[in-house]
């Protein structure tokens, strides 16, 4: 069974960092893609980085140029640097791989980690 673990949130001041890391168990390939989600209270859950098995980054306008999105060297594994931080930056954030084993189309969630920016 495929397991997704977020670890490295925690409360930080605002411009301070942060850099979140995402282990996967139970899968033997590569995932297509994996990124970073971020729910706030109340607000719906939002894309904040994703990476392709190419490498092609996409980020949110929000975070573009403060967070950096990188596979790490085990096999999918991603993290998230986050520079800068912002109270708005302040949500649960969320590690997701998703894309086609086949004609099968997959989707795992982790259980997320706190980030919060406050001061």
């Known amino acids: 069974q495929v397991q997704l673990v977020e670890s490295g949130g925690g409360l930080v001041q605002p411009g301070e960092s942060l850099k979140l890391s995402c282990v996967t168990s139970g899968s033997k390939f590569m995932f297509d893609v994996m990124g970073w989600y971020r729910q706030a209270p109340g607000k719906e859950r939002e894309m904040v980085a994703t990476?392709?098995?190419?490498?092609?980054?996409n980020y949110s306008d929000s975070v573009r140029g403060r967070f950096t999105i990188s596979r790490g060297n085990a096999l999918n594994t991603v993290h998230l640097q986050m520079n800068g931080l912002k109270a708005e930056d302040t949500a649960v954030y969320f590690c997701?791989?998703?894309?086609?084993?086949?004609?099968?189309?997959?989707?795992?969630w982790g259980q997320g980690t706190q980030v919060t920016v406050a001061s």
């Open positions: 990476i392709t098995r190419g490498a092609n980054r």
């Open positions: 997701r791989s998703s894309g086609y084993y086949g004609k099968n189309e997959y989707e795992y």
